[in-house]
């Protein structure tokens, strides 16, 4: 695997110890400014400075992975780079996501529009784009395979921590805003004395230390993923996501989510959401101020739910693609 997501977080969400991480940026999506908004000249900075970048990590990981001596796959999520990838390694390439970067830097204008073309250009070199639901148009000319609900399984949570939590007699609720995070008020959760919060524990030490001052706020154990608390949760408080309304709307999962309307992807994700999920939506201003309406009832989806395993069928595919070589 390659990214700079930190290693023992990617470990701790792969549950598995024998995957190598090769420490490598391939794309810059859009930097964001906290977990509910971008920043588009540091995004244009930073778009450039990869550009530079490139070559000599394309050169020294196409070296690592032919000293491998095995055969190679690509798989994207969704970085345009890995296209020549692929291409210096001839290895098949397959694009899996929801959206490319082409379609999120095109309605910005200006300085992205070139940005928007080369993606283009360089998600029409794949093979196979799987398909994830909450979906934009990438229009790539490819063959496809349309997923469901793309998302792992809850694994056994610590046993003590379990009947705690259940003990605790309490509507649980998960709160999420990315790997930013969200500084909140930790007061707001005292508004709301029926209901327990359960989050992953902040970055910063100062927001722990608040955190831990709130009876009604606990913070995840560190081999906790938010997917395995989430059959004791009846909702959860977050920013729109692709992998929380998977892993949501595979467990049954209510989504209060705050609105946010600075790329295209959101559109795509908040549309299938009332489609597809049982939810609410709240302002910033509402999230800001405690309003979060965890004591009304969820709107109904105006659609039938989405399919379940989605991650094993895109296994199967790239199985196949790979046994086709």
Known sequence: MSSVVEPRFLRLLLGDNTITIRPC????????????????????????DLETALPDQLMGEVEWLRAQTDSVLILGDIPPAAAELADRLDAPLVWMSNFGWDEIYRPLGGAFEPWADAALAQYKRGQLLLRCPFDLSMNWDLQELALGLVCTSPRSLPSDWERAMISLNRTLVMVG?????LPLDPKLFLLWPRHHFLMAPPAQAAHALEGHQVPNLSFLPGSVRPIDAFPLCSRQLGKPGFSTFCEALDQGVGLHVVERRDFAEVAALMDGLRRHGHHRVLTRDQLERGDWQLDLPLNAPEARPLPQHGAQRAADALIAVAEAQ
Do not use: E, H
């Open 25 to 48: 940026r391939w794309d810059v999506g859009m930097v964001q400014a906290d977990a509910l908004g971008v920043d588009r000249s540091q995004t244009l900075a930073a778009l450039s």
């Open 177 to 181: 805003f990315g790997g930013l995070g």
